[in-house]
């Protein structure tokens, strides 16, 4: 079983920045980030093996977000850089139990992930 914990959101203006983290308790698994904006569906934004040498990232996040492994920590970060109004949402981080130390197999696919943290508000201003 695994728990995750995110936490980092906040208030910021547009052009600044969030580091978002997932502290997760239990066996360690290849993490997931998704965002719920307000009347939208969730969405993919950025996903990690464990290692955190394999990542990979959703067009709008690509150049702007970075993840990170913390191991000692047992957290993952992300590290969410030049925010827009639009990046508004609530982040979620996922684990992925058939994967450790590689992306999921389906990254973008909120299927692939078995256990999800309660999500963190981030709210960007103009």
């Known amino acids: 079983q695994v728990q995750l914990v995110e936490s980092g959101g906040g208030l910021v203006q547009a052009g600044g920045s969030l580091r978002l983290s997932c502290a997760a308790s239990g066996r360690t698994y290849a993490i997931g980030w998704f965002r719920q904006a307000p009347g939208k569906e969730r969405e993919f934004v950025a996903a990690?093996?464990?290692?955190?040498?394999?990542?990979y990232y959703s067009d709008s996040a690509k150049g702007r977000f970075t993840i990170s492994i913390d191991n000692a920590k047992n957290t993952v970060y992300l590290q969410m850089n030049s925010l827009k109004p639009e990046d508004t949402a609530v982040y979620y981080c996922?684990?992925?139990?058939?994967?450790?130390?590689?992306?999921?197999?389906?990254?973008?696919?909120?299927?692939?992930?078995?256990?999800w943290g309660q999500g963190t508000q981030v709210t960007v201003s103009s």
């Open positions: 990690s093996g464990w290692s955190g040498g394999l990542t």
């Open positions: 996922a684990a992925d139990r058939l994967e450790i130390f590689r992306v999921p197999a389906r990254p973008t696919s909120e299927s692939q992930y078995d256990y």
